[in-house]
C-alpha cells in the first residue's frame, strides 16, 4: 500500500499542493502588505486646503454684463449684471459637494439632494446655510481678486 504512494502521481499530487500553499501564502502576505500600506497612508491627507484664499479671476472686461460664467477650478460662479460682478462659492455649506447650476439660476447638490435658489438661500435639504458669497476687489494690475475667505451678502456687487 505504501509503495502505491511514493509513485509519480503521488509526486505531481504533491507539486499540486505545493503550488496552491505557495498562493495561498502570496495571497495571504499580500493581502496584509496591502493593508499596511493603507494604514500607513491613512494619516497623510489627500485633499489640501488652498494655499492662498485670495486669487484673480481675470479683468472685470472678461466678464461681459449678463453672463455668469463657472470657474470650476475655482469652485466658483461668477455673474455680472447692471449693478456690477459678484462671486459665489460652488462649496455645498453641508459636507462640501460642489453644488451644480441649473437654467434656471437654481443650484442643486447632487450629495443629498439640496435645492438652493439663485441667491444661494437653501430651498431644500441638509445644508444649514446658504451658499457663501465671496469678496470681490480689484487688484494693483486691474485684475479682479476674489478673496474665498471673507464673506459678503448675496446683493454685493463689484461696481465696474
Ligand atoms: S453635501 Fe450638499 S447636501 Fe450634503
Known amino acids: ?36 500600506i493603507g494604514a500607513l497612508k491613512l494619516p ?18 472678461d466678464f461681459a454684463m449678463g453672463l455668469a460664467v463657472h470657474l470650476s477650478s475655482r469652485r466658483l460662479w461668477v455673474f455680472s449684471d447692471q449693478d456690477g460682478i459678484a462671486a459665489v462659492s460652488t462649496v455645498c455649506p453641508h459636507l462640501g459637494c460642489l453644488v451644480l447650476r441649473k437654467d434656471s439660476g437654481e443650484f442643486l447638490c447632487p450629495c443629498h439632494g ?5 441667491t444661494g438661500k437653501v430651498l431644500s435639504g441638509p445644508p444649514p446655510r446658504g451658499l457663501f458669497w465671496v469678496e470681490i476687489s480689484l487688484g494693483p494690475d ?6 474665498s475667505e471673507v ?10
Open 114 to 118: 439640496s435645492k438652493f435658489n439663485a
Open 151 to 160: 464673506e459678503v451678502s448675496h446683493d454685493v456687487r463689484f461696481k465696474v
Open 44 to 61: 497623510i491627507p489627500t485633499v489640501f486646503p488652498e494655499t492662498d484664499s485670495r486669487f484673480p479671476i481675470g479683468k472685470p472686461e
Open 1 to 36: 500500500m505504501q509503495n502505491e504512494l511514493r509513485g509519480p502521481r503521488f509526486e505531481k499530487l504533491i507539486e499540486r499542493r505545493d503550488v496552491l500553499g505557495l498562493g495561498a501564502a502570496w495571497a495571504f502576505f499580500g493581502t496584509i502588505i496591502a493593508a499596511t
Open 142 to 147: 486691474g485684475r479682479l481678486i476674489v478673496d
